[in-house]
């Protein structure tokens, strides 16, 4: 079934729904929060080290509003407005003001949730939960996506050289998406587009469709997801990222098994992950090891020798149910003229090995 078409009569039914409410509650509202601060040091070969106050090292550093109102008939409307911050510089983190998330949201238990505005791609929603390291700090897969002028691919290929080009990864703006109900026998799925509105790819406007399928029992889950956009600069096609993943518990540990892949014109970009989160006393080890294979060709620009591969580890140990402490260790090993690098390392090390470390502290409100 066509995405537009499913998407809008899911809206019309939810708002239908509404109309013939006729019980109605007071809205609540909640401001929440991440304050997350470490000591960052990273080496790149040939470079030197470099130390930084970092902010973000184990969750990003964000603040938020969030609402929520019953409408009787098993209805509700909500709101969610969520901005990241550089907690070492009190600064915004993005271009927008609620760069992480600006929607509103109609929903009921028998038609799912239709919502509006800026949110999450599926694939980045799915490999987030892949991700030990929450997508962030110097052990965090997305070290592995760079669209740098000395790292060609098909990131590069698509989105040009401006990181905030890399928007349809995580990102985007005038969406619309379904979510499917719970209580579909463990199955669940999602429906995401956007509109581009004439913006320019480095404004994050972008043409977006994708979806997630996925089925969630107690000891184990499975998740298909797929995001495929266009801006001004995908003259050769639409950009393809394709994500699947496996997890699940292993004695104490949750272990998952992930694959991402995203094609451009005749470039690709395959990143494996493996990971584990192990419980200790008050406190969680993790590991990753994430492997990126490039193949074909952007232009005359062969892709095959330029792999890298990261090992993360790290520690998380709970203080309180909001406040923790934490360490992270990660190493790349770049192959060919590859170039990615630890967070806030400095210089090209295209061929070389960078290696970061940091501590820090965590505390949610």
Do not use: C
């Not at 409307?77 to 993005?94: I, K, P, Q, V």
């Not at 239709?114 to 694939?123: E, I, K």
């Not at 999602?190 to 320019?200: C, S």
């Not at 590859?338 to 290696?355: L, Q």
């Amino acid at each position: 079934m066509n995405a537009h078409i499913f998407t809008l009569s899911a809206a019309t039914a939810l708002l239908a729904s509404g109309l013939a409410t006729s019980s109605f509650a007071q809205s609540s509202v909640t401001v929440f929060g991440v304050a997350d601060a470490s000591l960052r040091s990273v080496s790149n070969s040939g470079f030197g080290t470099l130390r930084t106050l970092a902010s973000g090292g184990n969750s990003t550093s964000r603040f938020g509003f969030r609402g929520r109102e019953d409408l009787g008939s098993e209805l509700a409307a909500s709101f969610h407005l969520e901005a990241g911050m550089r907690l070492d510089t009190g600064t915004n983190a993005g271009t927008q003001f609620f760069d992480r998330r600006s929607t509103v949201s109609l929903s009921s238990k028998a038609w799912g949730e239709v919502r509006l505005g800026r949110d999450q791609v599926p694939t980045h929603t799915a490999w987030l939960r892949a991700d030990p390291f929450a997508f962030v700090g110097v052990a965090s897969t997305g070290n592995l996506q760079s669209v740098t002028a000395s790292n060609p691919g098909p990131l590069r290929a698509a989105f040009g050289t401006t990181p905030s080009a890399l928007t349809p990864l995580s990102r985007v703006g005038n969406s619309v998406q379904w979510i499917a109900p719970g209580g579909l026998g463990g199955f669940v799925g999602q429906v995401f587009v956007a509109a581009r509105e004439g913006g320019k790819s480095v404004e994050g406007a972008h043409k977006v469709r994708a979806m997630q399928l996925g089925y969630e029992a107690e000891m184990v889950y499975v998740t298909l997801a797929t995001t495929e956009s266009e801006n001004d600069l995908t003259t050769a096609g639409r950009f393809k990222d394709r994500l699947v993943a496996v997890g699940g518990k292993l004695g104490g540990a949750t272990v998952t098994v992930g694959l991402r892949s995203f094609a451009y014109g005749n470039a690709r970009q395959d990143n494996t992950l493996l990971a584990a989160v192990v419980p200790f006393g008050a406190g969680q080890f993790k590991a990753s090891w994430l492997r990126a294979n490039l193949s074909g060709a952007v232009g005359a620009v062969k892709l095959g020798a330029n792999d890298a591969q990261q090992w993360g580890l790290g520690y998380v140990h709970s203080l309180s149910r909001r406040t923790a402490l934490y360490g992270t260790w990660s190493r790349i090993d770049n192959d060919g003229s590859a170039n990615f690098i630890v967070p806030d390392g400095a210089g090209s090390i295209a061929g070389r090995t960078s290696t970061g470390w940091e501590v820090g502290m965590r505390h949610t409100f």
